[in-house]
């Protein structure tokens, strides 16, 4: 990871800040959490492996160890790289890809919801930091 | 952690597996976890830190880790030591330690319930093991 501790707390915590709840909620589902989720998002929207770690402030490498994480556990994979064409070098979310991400974003925010009040009870507990 | 691959793989997945869904969806809400929620209840069932560490494979320092972990990041201990008495030496939860892990459980499954439909669709997409 070459990102400075500040920079991957603000990209964090604002991943996992939603208008339903308080953060210090991590959804980990079928090896998708926080991270993965992001950089899944990240390469949807870039169409680059490389620009989405830079998004993030993550490695080059670290972005393609987790890419090539998700993609052997699935049974298709996630992430296809873009070949020919003008435009070679770029990468995309194969179909699986995107359901996958589809479906742990809805489950992410369905749980959020239903434990919205136990994790602001609990929240409170917490030790202001 | 003193214990073998195969006995941990057996207690996750006891312990993550709801009868409302399958495993694979782990839940940390304000840094509890799978983990650390069944050492609090096995330190409730116990009364006891190496007790709770025995039953769960886990070394005795490992568990006295993780307990401190949680006593600092909560306003007050959720594990205390038990002190004088014929039965010295023990270890219960606090009213917050209580309190922290019924608001943890409670929202593990309601999370768990909410997002019960969606982590079947993605654990579908999983590669079988």
Same mark, same amino acid.
């Given at each position: 990871?070459? &990102?400075?501790?500040?920079?991957?707390?603000?990209?964090?915590?604002? /991943?996992?800040?939603?208008?339903?709840?308080?953060?210090?909620?991590?959804?980990?589902?079928?090896?998708?959490?926080?991270?993965?989720?992001?950089?899944?998002?990240?390469?949807?929207?870039?169409?680059?492996?490389?620009?989405?770690?830079?998004?993030?402030?993550?490695?080059?490498?670290? =972005?393609?160890?987790?890419?090539? =994480?998700?993609?052997?556990? /699935?049974?298709?994979?996630?992430?296809?790289?873009?070949?020919?064409?003008?435009?070679?070098?770029?990468?995309?979310?194969?179909? &699986?890809?995107?359901? =996958?991400?589809?479906?742990?974003?809805?489950?992410?925010?369905?749980?959020?919801?239903?434990?919205?009040?136990?994790?602001? =009870?609990?929240?409170?507990?917490?030790?202001?930091?």
């Amino acid at each position: 990871m070459a &990102t400075s501790p500040k920079k991957r707390r603000t990209l964090r915590s604002r /991943f996992e800040k939603t208008p339903s709840g308080p953060p210090r909620l991590r959804i980990i589902a079928a090896t998708i959490g926080p991270g993965k989720a992001q950089l899944l998002e990240q390469i949807q929207q870039t169409g680059s492996i490389s620009k989405a770690a830079r998004a993030m402030g993550m490695s080059y490498v670290r =972005a393609w160890q987790l890419v090539e =994480a998700l993609n052997s556990a /699935f049974r298709e994979p996630l992430v296809a790289s873009d070949t020919g064409g003008t435009r070679g070098g770029g990468s995309h979310l194969t179909p &699986t890809g995107e359901r =996958a991400l589809t479906l742990y974003l809805r489950l992410r925010d369905h749980s959020l919801r239903a434990g919205h009040r136990d994790l602001q =009870a609990l929240h409170r507990l917490l030790r202001a930091e």
